[in-house]
């Protein structure tokens, strides 16, 4: 099978699964999401603020510049791709995008392009674009690269352009280089048109890049180190190597600034459908955790059948890991659950007190100096630790 007709086979397929996939999650499905909109009718899940947003028998048509509608599922598996089926006006440039507006792709009919919203902005020519015809366009995820692709349904050519993030490493003195941003595509899929007269979405379809897992990571930046890790070093960051590792399929859903309320609300649009042998969780360092939120989270996860394994949380510099460690394994005593001592592994004495600075990442605030992220040096040591605190991972 060529790839053209692969593509035709793969896009024809998927609509066939129709929305029971998104109703139903009995066994592993990488599809999250799938809707086909047929005409009016109720779509609570895709806000659109009224306007000039309708629901019509040919799709969703946009026509308001600058509307924004929002698929109000919260997602940060950082494996995953949205597909739009897209017909666009001839001057239309629609816009897909994250919903904090960090990641920006677009789809520019009358300049016949296709484009990311990096600096400098990474494009491509798209000769093909023809406002006649049908389209999917596929946004994706996989780690620290964002790609763009556009595939006509009537003739079957496609085009794509990516790029990749490439993180600082620390912040103001600290920083290893001066990076570049792509975006890391937080949190709600989000589409528009940014300039022209109109667009139909006729449907919308969420995937994991895979299912049936033997381990889903979950946390907050800790276990994002796509955001600030430089990508030549990208390999050596600690989910990297620990998925590396891992004899079956493995997965990272973190997400920087959260908390426990952010992941028990993403968690529940993830883990019931790719489903995972093992769901490990590092959170609290930005706070938010008690003996409540950690209890519900972990019977949320025994509840889907998943063995959930609750890490320590690294050291830092103001030493706020040792209470929320403290509360952390008297929720692991509770259950009876295993976790990672990353405290150990970041700490100067391993009692996971007192930071070793020489394991994370310096970032020189204005406000402040903080060693919050692990290096190179800090992921080492950490996934080295995995090997002794829950080596039944690599099994």
Same mark, same amino acid.
């Given at each position: 099978?060529?790839d053209?007709?692969?593509?035709?086979?793969?896009?024809?397929?998927?609509?066939?699964?129709?929305?029971?996939?998104?109703?139903?999650?009995?066994?592993?499905?990488?599809?999250?999401?799938?809707?086909?909109?047929?005409?009016?009718?109720?779509?609570?899940?895709?806000?659109?603020?009224?306007?000039?947003?309708?629901?019509?028998?040919?799709?969703?048509?946009?026509?308001g510049?600058?509307?924004?509608?929002k698929?109000?599922?919260?997602?940060?598996?950082?494996?995953?791709?949205?597909?739009?089926?897209?017909?666009?006006?001839?001057?239309?440039?629609?816009?897909?995008?994250?919903?904090?507006?960090?990641?920006?792709?677009?789809?520019?009919?009358?300049?016949?392009?296709?484009?990311?919203?990096?600096?400098?902005?990474?494009?491509?020519?798209?000769?093909?674009?023809?406002?006649?015809?049908?389209?999917?366009?596929?946004?994706?995820?996989?780690y620290?690269?964002?790609?763009?692709?556009?595939?006509?349904?009537?003739?079957?050519?496609?085009?794509?352009?990516?790029?990749?993030?490439?993180?600082?490493?620390?912040?103001?003195?600290?920083?290893?280089?001066?990076?570049?941003?792509?975006?890391?595509?937080?949190?709600?899929?989000?589409? +528009?048109?940014?300039?022209?007269?109109? =667009?139909?979405?006729?449907?919308?379809?969420? #995937? %994991?890049?895979? /299912?049936?897992?033997? *381990?889903?990571?979950?946390?907050?930046?800790?276990?994002?180190?796509?955001?600030?890790?430089?990508?030549?070093?990208?390999p050596?960051?600690?989910?990297?190597?620990?998925?590396?590792?891992?004899?079956g399929?493995?997965?990272?859903?973190?997400?920087?600034?959260?908390?426990?309320?952010?992941?028990?609300?993403?968690?529940?649009?993830?883990?019931?459908?790719?489903?995972?042998?093992?769901?490990?969780?590092?959170?609290?360092?930005? +706070?938010?955790?008690?003996?409540?939120? =950690?209890?519900?989270?972990?019977?949320?996860? #025994? %509840?889907?059948? /998943?063995?959930?394994? *609750?890490?320590?949380?690294?050291?830092?510099?103001?030493?706020?890991?040792?209470?929320?460690?403290?509360?952390?394994?008297?929720?692991?005593?509770?259950?009876?659950?295993?976790g990672?001592?990353?405290?150990?592994?970041?700490?100067?004495?391993?009692?996971?007190?007192?930071?070793?600075?020489?394991?994370?990442?310096?970032?020189?605030?204005?406000w402040?100096?903080?060693?919050?992220?692990?290096?190179?040096?800090?992921?080492?040591?950490?996934?080295?630790?995995?090997?002794?605190?829950?080596?039944?991972?690599?099994?």
């Amino acid at each position: 099978m060529n790839d053209t007709s692969r593509l035709k086979y793969t896009s024809l397929g998927l609509v066939m699964m129709g929305f029971s996939a998104f109703l139903y999650a009995k066994k592993p499905t990488p599809v999250l999401y799938n809707r086909i909109i047929t005409g009016p009718g109720d779509y609570p899940e895709l806000v659109t603020d009224g306007g000039d947003a309708q629901f019509t028998r040919d799709g969703l048509r946009i026509a308001g510049k600058d509307r924004i509608v929002k698929l109000n599922y919260y997602y940060a598996l950082a494996e995953r791709l949205v597909r739009y089926h897209v017909r666009f006006s001839e001057d239309a440039v629609g816009v897909f995008q994250s919903d904090k507006g960090d990641f920006k792709a677009f789809v520019d009919m009358r300049h016949k392009r296709i484009s990311l919203g990096t600096d400098p902005v990474s494009e491509k020519e798209t000769d093909f674009l023809d406002a006649n015809h049908d389209y999917i366009v596929e946004v994706h995820r996989d780690y620290q690269t964002s790609k763009l692709r556009i595939v006509d349904l009537f003739t079957g050519d496609f085009a794509e352009v990516s790029a990749t993030m490439d993180g600082a490493g620390g912040v103001g003195e600290g920083a290893l280089g001066t990076g570049f941003f792509v975006g890391r595509q937080y949190d709600y899929y989000c589409f +528009g048109l940014a300039e022209g007269t109109a =667009l139909f979405v006729k449907q919308i379809c969420v #995937l %994991a890049k895979e /299912s049936d897992l033997t *381990l889903l990571i979950y946390g907050d930046s800790i276990t994002e180190p796509e955001g600030y890790f430089p990508t030549a070093d990208f390999p050596c960051a600690w989910t990297q190597l620990i998925m590396e590792h891992i004899s079956g399929k493995a997965m990272s859903s973190g997400r920087g600034g959260t908390t426990i309320h952010e992941l028990l609300e993403r968690i529940k649009n993830e883990l019931p459908y790719v489903q995972a042998k093992y769901v490990m969780i590092t959170i609290g360092t930005n +706070g938010g955790n008690t003996e409540e939120n =950690l209890s519900e989270l972990v019977e949320y996860i #025994l %509840a889907q059948g /998943s063995i959930p394994i *609750l890490n320590n949380i690294p050291c830092n510099e103001s030493g706020t890991q040792i209470p929320v460690n403290a509360m952390i394994e008297k929720v692991r005593q509770k259950y009876g659950i295993n976790g990672c001592k990353f405290d150990l592994a970041t700490s100067l004495n391993h009692d996971g007190r007192e930071v070793d600075q020489t394991t994370m990442y310096f970032e020189d605030y204005d406000w402040g100096k903080i060693y919050h992220h692990p290096n190179v040096k800090g992921s080492l040591q950490m996934y080295t630790r995995t090997l002794i605190d829950v080596p039944e991972i690599y099994e």
